[in-house]
């Protein structure tokens, strides 16, 4: 749900989106800079007066700016083109999971060892993808620290943590929400001898279910 934090949250983020300070939206709406500050930081919420140009200014609307997004844990909520499954709620933000496959995605294009920070599904998530969604909508996407263990499939090496506006879902979180169907004990491998490494006992494109929190 929106507080005056949130809503603060996402008028900094219109504002970065369109590369203005916030100083050029106080002088555009005719307060004063610490005002602007105020605001964002989740001290004081924008006169109702000022609204119709502050949304009219960041290239959105007032409901987008102002109306709550009310989440519970387990429902299935419309956000941007998708239909999500709130995993999580805490305060303010929730972690959410699309309800059905976007599309087939390799995790890189390349049949390689590499990490999720240097994959290309991790750069297809945070921009491309990113992309997709409107103004307002991205201002309502939190950046998130991600740590991981190495995928005990592929035996791929997870990597450094790296913060990330769109992410999968990590082991441990998919037996958190979705239970452990007994594939990581049942774990079938092959050995590549070109490579003399380790693999699954067959190479398919992975589903991309994506996971962001709002």
């Known amino acids: ?15 970065k989106s369109k ?8 002088n555009a709406v005719r307060v004063s800079a610490q005002a602007v500050s105020k605001w964002e930081n989740g001290h004081t919420l924008p006169e109702t007066a000022l609204l119709p140009l502050l949304a009219k200014l960041l290239n959105s609307t007032i409901d987008a700016i102002l109306m709550p997004i009310i ?32 599309e087939q995605r390799a995790w890189h294009e390349e049949f390689t060892q590499i990490t999720w920070e240097h994959c290309d599904l991790r750069k297809y998530l945070n921009r491309q993808f990113y992309d997709t969604f409107d103004p307002s909508d991205r201002a309502r996407i ?29 082991t441990a979180e998919v037996l ?7 594939d990581l004990r049942n774990n079938k491998r092959w050995y590549w001898k070109s490579q003399g490494d ?16 709002i």
């Open 1 to 15: 749900m929106s507080s005056n934090l949130s809503v603060g949250q996402i008028i900094s983020e219109l504002r």
């Open 19 to 26: 590369g203005s300070t916030q100083e050029d939206l106080a």
């Open 71 to 102: 989440v519970e844990e387990g429902a299935t909520i419309p956000f941007g083109k998708h239909q999500w499954r709130v995993l999580k709620t805490d305060g303010n933000s929730a972690l959410i999971v699309t309800e059905s496959v976007i």
């Open 142 to 170: 939190l950046e998130t620290r991600i740590t991981d263990c190495d995928n005990p499939w592929y035996g791929t090496k997870w990597g450094n943590p790296t913060v990330d506006r769109i992410f999968l879902l990590s």
């Open 176 to 182: 958190q929400y979705f239970g452990d169907s007994g």
């Open 198 to 213: 380790w693999r699954n006992d067959e190479l398919v494109l992975e589903p991309v279910d994506t996971t962001t929190n």
